[in-house]
Each structure stands twice: as C-alpha cells, then as structure tokens.
C-alpha cells in the first residue's frame, strides 16, 4: 500500500492559499457570496434610478405630514381716529405725558394672555413690533392730543412753563384672557407744572370684550386698543377739570 507524499513545494502551497480565498471557496459560493451577487445585480444604474424615483414619489406623497411652520405676527397699538378731535385754540397751553410704568410681565414682547388670577400665557407667534411702555404713551399722548383743545402734547421731557399739566399713568394689568375679554387696570395723576401739586387723581378698572387671541390676534390688538382709548378719555375729563383756567381745560 502506497502512502500519499505530501506536496510542500512553494508551488503548491501558493495553489494552497488560492484554493482558500473567498472567491474561490465553492461552499462560500455556494451560500455567503450569493445575497452580495443579488445586491451586485440591483446597484445596476435602472435599479438605482427606480428606487430614488420611488422615494421621491414617498417623500411628496407624505409631505403633508411635515408641521406648517409658524409666521410671526407683530402689532402696535392704534390711537383715537381724528374725526374725534378737538378744535385747538391759537396759543393753547401743551399737555406733558410723562413714561408709562408697566406691570413686570407687560415688558415681555410676546402678547400677553391671561389664563388665571396668577396665571400668565404668552403667544408663541405674536409679537408687540415696540414696547409696550412705549406704545402706550404714544397711543395716550395721540388720544389727548384728539380729546383736548390743544395740539402741544409733550412726551416725557419738557420745561414747566411748556405745559399746563402733566399726566403719569401706572398700569398693573393690560391684557385679553382667552376668550378674548379684555382688561386694563391702572392709576393715574394730573400733576401741576413741574410735579409741584397734584391736581387729580384716580384708578381706571375697565373691561371689554372681544375676539379670542389665539385666532384673531389683531382683534385683540383692537380690543386692547379700545381699553388704552376708555384711559384717555378718563384722562382727558380730569385735565380738563383740573388744568388753569388759562390751560388746555379751558
């Protein structure tokens, strides 16, 4: 009985090694290699356009899932229209209005939303476009400047001898609730030239309804407008009981 001699020569073992690679295994042929076939013949350039033309079509068919994005929305408050306004007489003394003091969480640019006694919401996409201090004494000082006999209205700085009477307002609450009712809460002072005297004062509680904010922002942004404009007429009665004979009262 002949023994096999195995072959060591360097030639066979290369053939050895070639015999072990991957590509030329017949079981790895056979099993592991086939799914990369597979993926080899769909990577051809037809395959490749369908499956990005159907994900394309995917992507159109579900964009309606994406959320809208949201459109920010500023306001500003509106004065008194001039078919209100007061004839001034030539030489009528001017009125001073002195900065409005806010509430803490008046200053916040987003609307404001009373949600509760001590609760406070505030718009994600509504925006006052100035400062709400600002706003409204702008908006008072245009109001006076309809309600009274006179077209000199002064905005926070001025010589006594300008004015026949300054006016300061404190506001606590300035806001709409969500069904859109309305609030304005302050206290203001009728000082003489110079903050010497007071002449009048008082505290304004007024409400008013209107539309809910979080669907008609502009017309909460009336309703507040309409409760700055119930303030300046308040205002404008106690300047006129109060200024000199000589003044914008008389």
């Known amino acids: 009985m002949k023994t096999a001699i195995e072959d060591r020569s360097p030639k066979s ?6 015999a072990r690679r991957p590509g030329n295994d017949a079981t790895a042929n056979s099993g592991s290699s086939a799914p990369l076939r597979q993926l080899l013949r769909l990577a051809r350039p037809g395959h490749l356009l369908l499956a990005l033309a159907v994900a394309l079509s995917l992507t159109g068919c579900f964009g309606f899932l994406k959320p809208a994005k949201a459109t920010a929305r500023h306001f500003v408050l509106s004065s008194l229209p001039a078919a209100e306004s007061a004839t001034a007489p030539s030489g009528a003394a001017g009125i001073g209005v002195g900065p409005i003091k806010l509430a803490a969480y008046l200053f916040n640019t987003s609307f404001a939303v009373r949600k509760g006694t001590n609760e406070i919401d505030y718009l994600s996409s509504t925006f006052w476009a ?6 409204l004494q702008r908006v008072l000082a245009a109001n006076l400047a309809t309600l009274l006999p006179t077209d000199q209205i002064r905005l926070s700085a001025w010589q006594p001898a300008d004015v026949s009477a300054e006016v300061y307002v404190a506001v606590e609450q300035f806001d709409v609730d969500a069904r859109g009712q309305g609030v304005i809460v302050a206290w203001w002072r009728v000082l003489s ?29 009336a309703t507040l ?17 109060a200024a000199p004979a000589s003044g914008a009262g008389r």
């Open 225 to 241: 407008s309409g409760l700055a404009a119930e303030l300046s007429r308040q205002l404008a009665q106690a300047v006129k009981e």
């Open 193 to 221: 030239p110079g903050g010497e005297k007071t002449l009048k004062a008082g505290e304004c509680r007024l409400s008013r309804p209107g539309p809910p904010p979080d669907t008609d922002p502009a017309g909460a942004v």
């Open 13 to 18: 073992e290369v053939r050895r090694l070639e």
């Open 130 to 135: 100035e400062r709400l201090d600002t706003g």
